[in-house]
């Protein structure tokens, strides 16, 4: 992966990362035709997404760290962060503006030192009240975060999501409560 040229994705995910014995570094842009081509990562080391990619399918972390090295890391579908345990997701390399939607099942850890801003839509999809906690000493921003969205197969009453920011967290967030009946 590591020899500059771009690899094809065909399969959504395409790509499997097992990070138990070790971290991953993918530098080489990872491509994909069609609405295929997603990276799945799991285990209990870092994966770094440290370039540009163009992938349309979705990123799911499992477990395990996914650390983002380029504003479009994750190409242009989802990122699914799995919060069973311990899966965390930090900006590597300097600050990082990410675009996607955020989907977060479980409840997973925001670390690093390196700003991180999430300007797509941050949505909860877990039942019951998950915690996203917020260690990363830089700043962390969510510009939109939804309790439930309208197109999940989960109830959309009783969701609640509990920030849990470590004291010496940079975080900021536009909040705006809002009731509706469509959630």
Known sequence: VANGNAVDLVYNPSYVYDTTSADITVSTPLAANGPFGGV???????????????????????TGTLALGDDHALGSGALRVYGYGSTFLHATGGARTIANAV????????????????????????????????TNTG??????????????????????LTLNIDSAAGLTTPFLCQTRADL
Do not use: E, H, M, Q
Not at 57 to 62: E, I, R, S, V
């Open 103 to 134: 989907y977060l099942i479980g409840s997973p850890v925001i670390d690093g030192a390196d700003d991180l801003s999430f300007t797509g839509s941050v949505t909860n999809l877990t039942t019951g009240s998950p915690t996203l906690t917020v």
């Open 40 to 62: 799945y990562t799991y285990g209990a080391n870092t994966l770094t997404l440290a370039t540009a990619n163009t992938y349309t399918g979705d990123t799911t972390l499992n």
């Open 139 to 160: 700043t962390t921003t969510f510009n939109d975060i939804v309790l439930s969205s309208t197109s999940d197969a989960y109830t959309k009453t009783g969701r609640t």
